[in-house]
């Protein structure tokens, strides 16, 4: 694994205390596994598990502004998702898996 590839880290927190790491290679288990394990307590991804230009491309590939694809994926607003385009936020985890499952 060269040194520039992605680790997705899961931490499943109890109480707002850390408990328990795992760390994947793959975002889709990274992701199923947080799913899975989000029942013990607030799972939480590490790292961001789609990049700003997956988002706008996402968007671009639907043929839809910002203003339309906030609506459609139920962001507070166009700014939003500006913001997540420009790499200034990241998207809550839940959002984030719902984008990655809209690449498919």
Known sequence: MSKDQKKF???????????????????QEAIDFAEKMAYI???????????PAEIAQIRADLGMTQREFSDHVGAKNHATIHEWENGK????????RKLIAMKK
């Open 9 to 27: 880290t899961v931490r499943i927190a109890t109480n707002g205390k850390r408990t328990k790491e795992w760390t994947f290679d793959a975002e």
């Open 41 to 51: 307590g607030d799972a939480q991804i590490d790292k961001a598990l789609i990049s």
């Open 89 to 96: 936020f990241v998207p809550r985890p839940d959002m984030q």
